[in-house]
């Protein structure tokens, strides 16, 4: 039972089902429900420890804010550069590449290390004076291969004649200071220290004392990569350049130092690379000039050689002029004719062969073309043919034997026997001379036109040459003059835009960053140990604890009791009180469902729980409702209700139970109606064995026959036997739980006994 709960619903039936006190159950536990994040557990924790978390918000914060003592504010400097046009960067052809064939990479190139340490050599950046207005003096200032890197500071005395050079040995700036060297005005300083520096008589006199830091120019090389930033600016041909310091005047005047490195070693480099294009192109224009000659001349020795032979467009004779549509219309044409020529042939062969047989007939030599072209031949056809038609003519009137019929018949024969084989033999000689030179002139033909394709693909291939060296010399040729013209052209000069002035303002000043930062981790820090320590509390602290991880069930919550400054209680917490126990009335005579007498035994798993103050309250309640109630103290030990009451302790429970005295000898009315108590009675040695005789039993059946309820404060589960004897005979035990103060793991282990008993937790 806790002192500051608000009450909570007890357990479901299903896991406590309440019994009649005949029939009492054991504890059996449950397993703890998932209830999601506990946010009212942890706002209870954080309000719990809420010093803690203060004081941890309070050291934290102060520690942020003492550390950004220690944090250097920074100055940003900032400055601008026109890159030109970019013309003195154009490529230089396709025949060898240039190294600068798109505009340089001059942030690579300004954060190398070889350029930066070479800014870093220039510009002296190796030594920083403490105030820039001394920086003059540094002017001729160089370092030897064994200087001493460190803090010095050269000290001059009052007349201005002498001076002591000393060195700050270690990193400590309020150190003491070592004496490196002295001497006069006018001579080297700081020979010993590796330097070779002689300043101005004249500035060093009105200077004072001079305070400088010397670097390795490594470490100068990385603290100017470091704090150099240089960006190009969209769609402009411009960088920005800007430079981080904690001196607001170094990072001006360095910057502007950069700057003007910059723009001296661009514009070297610029004109170098303008002069080695220049070179490089007029190297390649040479060469591409030799291009163009020798693929000229290759295409004309081509024509040349094979100008004489066919082409696409030449008639296959040589030496004549015309020109015909194509090459290969020839070359049919003849073949066309060679075949015809050789059909005439064999006609008028077959014709002499019949010819000789003396069968063949004057119609047979229509068709063939050939014989047109003999006029002998083709008279004697006529001749043949008017003879014989006189012939038959003649027949007609005369007889064979006539002389006009013999004369006719003799010429007949000589035409056919003799004239038209001969002409026709002739004809035929005639045609196979002429087909012989037509097969020749095509076979020639065909081998040159097999030729045509290859001189045609080889006479493009060389024009595609020249028209590719011209071209590429074209090309080269307008960049070479380009590049002559750049050489005398101001368009591409780098110029500066702004010059870095004197930051007035730091860039980032991260104290209160820094401050914020220390306040929320402290916070952080002090919730989570707030957390943890809630975490590992072993003392029952929140109502989920009871019925999750120990298993009870709660019938009610009591507050805790509040005492005025005067001594006095509180009214309103008092009544508050006592509806907590009317609460806790109201349940239990649910839970006992009206079966009998209320019999339970109060206990509670350690001592300082409340378990008297429980027991007691709660009779008065029950006797207010005037039920016959029976307060017994069951503590034999250490049992005090007799002094709350104003009683005597003795006889008591242990005197009875001992058969020392009768029942009602123990017996005590109090000022309360209704409301009886039985003290502890005397301190015996073996009370615990009289607590388990049988007499205890019988005594609380005898007791339940006259009270309504019977009430029994045990001792604490953790102290002894005794609380699970009086239990035992009881059947139900109320557990006080005490918000701070119980010990869960006792708790829990005083618990798990139970489960071996006939008692039930209420």
């Given amino acids: 039972m806790s002192s500051n709960l608000i009450p909570s619903r007890s357990s479901s039936d299903s896991d406590y089902g309440l019994t009649s006190p005949s029939q009492p159950q054991s504890w059996q536990g449950t397993e703890p429900e998932s209830q999601g994040v506990p946010i009212a557990r942890y706002l209870s924790a954080i309000f719990r420890y809420k010093w803690l978390i203060l004081g941890v918000l309070i050291l934290g914060t102060a520690a942020g804010t003492f550390g950004t003592r220690f944090l250097k504010t920074e100055y940003q400097a900032s400055a601008s550069v026109w890159l030109g046009s970019g013309t003195k960067t154009a490529a230089a052809g396709p025949v060898a590449s240039d190294p600068v064939e798109a505009r340089p990479n001059w942030i690579e190139l300004l954060t190398s290390r070889g350029v930066a340490s070479n800014i870093v050599t220039r510009q002296r950046l190796f030594i920083t004076p403490e105030d820039v207005g001394h920086k003059p003096l540094f002017a001729d200032f160089v370092i030897g291969e064994d200087f001493m890197a460190g803090r010095y500071e050269l000290r001059l005395d009052s007349a201005k004649a002498t001076y002591k050079l000393l060195r700050n040995e270690s990193k400590d700036e309020q150190s003491a200071l070592a004496l490196v060297e002295s001497g006069a005005i006018g001579d080297s300083i700081g020979r010993k220290a590796g330097f070779l520096w002689q300043p101005n008589p004249a500035l060093l006199a009105t200077s004072g004392d001079v305070r400088f830091r010397v670097v390795q120019p490594k470490a100068a090389v990385a603290e100017l990569q ?17 430079f981080t310091s904690s001196d607001p005047r170094r990072a001006a005047s360095t910057l502007n130092a950069i700057v003007a490195e910059f723009i001296e070693l661009a514009s070297e480099i610029q004109t170098r690379n303008v002069v080695d294009v220049g070179y490089r192109l007029k190297e390649q224009f040479d060469s591409a000039a030799i291009a163009l000659r020798s693929a000229e001349s290759a295409l004309e020795t081509f024509r040349v050689n094979t100008i004489t032979l066919p082409s696409d467009a030449t008639v296959l004779a040589p030496g004549v002029s015309a020109t015909s549509p194509s090459v290969l219309l020839d070359f049919y044409a003849k073949r066309q004719q060679s075949d015809a020529l050789r059909g005439d042939r064999v006609a008028l062969e077959r014709i002499l062969s019949e010819m000789r047989r003396g069968a063949f007939s004057v119609t047979a030599f229509s068709p063939i073309q050939s014989v047109n072209s003999s006029t002998e031949l083709t008279q004697a056809i006529r001749d043949l043919s008017s003879k014989e038609a006189n012939l038959r003519a003649a027949r007609v009137t005369f007889t064979d034997s006539a002389r006009v019929v013999q004369t006719l018949l003799r010429d007949v024969q000589t035409l056919r026997g003799q004239q038209l084989p001969k002409l026709t033999a002739d004809l035929i000689a005639d045609l196979r001379q002429r087909e012989g030179d037509l097969t020749q002139q095509i076979s020639r033909a065909a081998t040159e036109i097999r030729g045509i394709p290859a001189r045609t693909i080889e006479e493009q291939r060389l024009r595609r040459d020249v028209a590719s060296k011209d071209a590429l010399y074209q090309n080269i040729q307008t960049k070479y003059e380009n590049v002559r013209l750049q050489l005398h052209s101001s368009d591409d000069a780098i110029t500066v835009l702004d010059t870095a002035i004197v930051p007035q303002t730091p860039t980032t000043n991260r104290s209160a960053q820094i401050i914020l930062m220390a306040f929320a981790a402290s916070l952080a820090l002090g919730i989570g140990g707030a957390l943890a320590l809630d975490l590992m509390d072993k003392r029952f602290r929140y109502p989920e604890q009871a019925t999750g991880e120990l298993g009870l069930p709660i019938v009610g919550a009591v507050p805790a009791l509040v005492t005025l400054k005067s001594g006095a209680s509180d009214p309103e917490e008092d009544s508050q009180v006592v509806e907590a126990f009317r609460t806790i009335r ?14 339970l035994t109060v206990s509670s798993p350690g001592p300082g729980d409340g378990k008297s103050l429980v027991s007691m309250n709660l009779a ?12 017994v103290d069951g503590d034999i030990r250490r049992g005090e209700l007799h002094e709350t009451f104003e009683v005597a302790r003795r006889p008591g429970l242990v005197d009875y139970l001992a058969g ?5 000898s123990i017996l005590r009315e109090t000022s309360a109606d209704n409301l009886t108590l039985i003290p502890c009675g005397s301190r015996r040695h073996r009370g615990p064995e009289l607590l388990q005789s049988p007499v205890l039993g019988a005594f609380i059946e005898q007791m339940k026959t006259r009270y309504d309820v019977i009430i ?3 001792p604490p589960l953790g102290v002894g036997v005794d609380p699970f004897v009086i239990g035992s005979a009881t059947g139900n035990m109320l557990l006080v739980l005490r918000s701070g103060e119980t010990d869960r793991k006792l708790a829990l282990t005083r618990l798990r006994v139970l489960q071996r008993l006939p008692i039930r937790v209420v």
């Fill in 226 to 242: 470091g704090s150099l930033n240089v960006r190009p600016v969209a769609r402009t041909s411009s960088l920005e350049f800007t």
């Fill in 586 to 599: 109201m349940n239990l005579i649910h839970a006992f469902d009206g079966a009998g007498s209320i019999v």
């Fill in 620 to 631: 008065m309640r029950f006797a207010e409702l005037g039920h016959h109630v029976l307060l």
């Fill in 660 to 664: 020392v005295v009768p029942l009602d």
């Fill in 712 to 714: 029994v404060d045990s």
